[in-house]
T-cell receptor, first 112, second 114 residues
Framework: EAQVTQNPRYLITVTGKKLTVTCSQN?????MSWYRQDPGLGLRQIYY???????DKGDVPEGYKVSRKEKRNFPLILESPSPNQTSLYFC???????????FGPGTRLLVL | GNSVTQMEGPVTLSEEAFLTINCTYT??????LFWYVQYPGEGLQLLLK?????DKGSNKGFEATYRKETTSFHLEKGSVQVSDSAVYFC?????????????FGTGTRLTIIP
């Protein structure tokens, strides 16, 4: 089954404790992206990647890092999480230029 | 920059009612337009899309027409069901040097009462 998976689905952590949210897709998509969803703001892009070793900032990249060492994986790294990063995070992927993006189930993060 | 404005929710309707969720956009270039749906506890799923002016996207009884003259992409369904209860997002995409970024509206929560 074609899908985008994220782990963990739920995470509670404390300020400053490094964490990684994994994202994996099995559709051989070149393009992958991370969004955060906040009430009243919709979804905003954090980072994106057009292929292996090619990543760039989206609209709200501060406090986040990403890497793309393999085509299928695109982890989101919070080196020193802060409470303002409490949010619902979605990973998405698509064939480059295909327009239709496929979303993962989301990761709900609470930073205390 | 690009932006999407959609109808504030929540919206509550009775089963078999007619649904309209308004969406207008501002964009540079020639955007593609989308409606995504988010069912409780799930990720976003593409509901329908339109890639050029006057195109009509349709799926599962939902329709939306790309109106360039009014910069709108309103979502409609003639007879809603309880299973349509979800959050609906209007979005646009203008490819920018390979970034397929979606710009989303704030979402409209729809609840259908039996």
């Amino acid at each position: 089954e074609a899908q985008v998976t994220q782990n963990p689905r739920y995470l509670i952590t404390v300020t400053g404790k490094k964490l990684t949210v994994t994202c994996s897709q099995n559709m051989n998509h070149e393009y992958m992206s991370w969004y955060r969803q906040d009430p009243g703001l919709g979804l905003r892009q954090i980072y994106y990647s057009m292929n292996v070793e090619v990543t760039d900032k989206g609209d709200v990249p501060e406090g986040y890092k990403v890497s793309r060492k393999e085509k299928r994986n695109f982890p989101l790294i919070l080196e020193s999480p802060s409470p303002n990063q409490t949010s619902l995070y979605f990973c998405a992927s698509s064939l480059l230029g295909a327009e239709t993006q496929y979303f993962g189930p989301g990761t709900r993060l609470l930073v205390l | 920059g690009n932006s999407v404005t959609q109808m504030e929710g929540p919206v509550t309707l009775s089963e078999e009612a007619f649904l309209t969720i308004n969406c207008t956009y501002t964009a540079t270039g020639y955007p593609s337009l989308f409606w995504y749906v988010q069912y409780p506890g799930e990720g976003l799923q593409l509901l329908l899309k339109a890639t050029k002016a006057d195109d009509k996207g349709s799926n599962k009884g939902f329709e939306a027409t790309y109106r360039k003259e009014t910069t709108s992409f309103h979502l409609e369904k003639g007879s809603v069901q309880v299973s349509d209860s979800a959050v609906y997002f209007c979005a646009l995409s203008v490819s920018n040097f390979g970034n397929e970024k979606l710009t989303f509206g704030t979402g409209t929560r729809l609840t259908i009462i039996p």
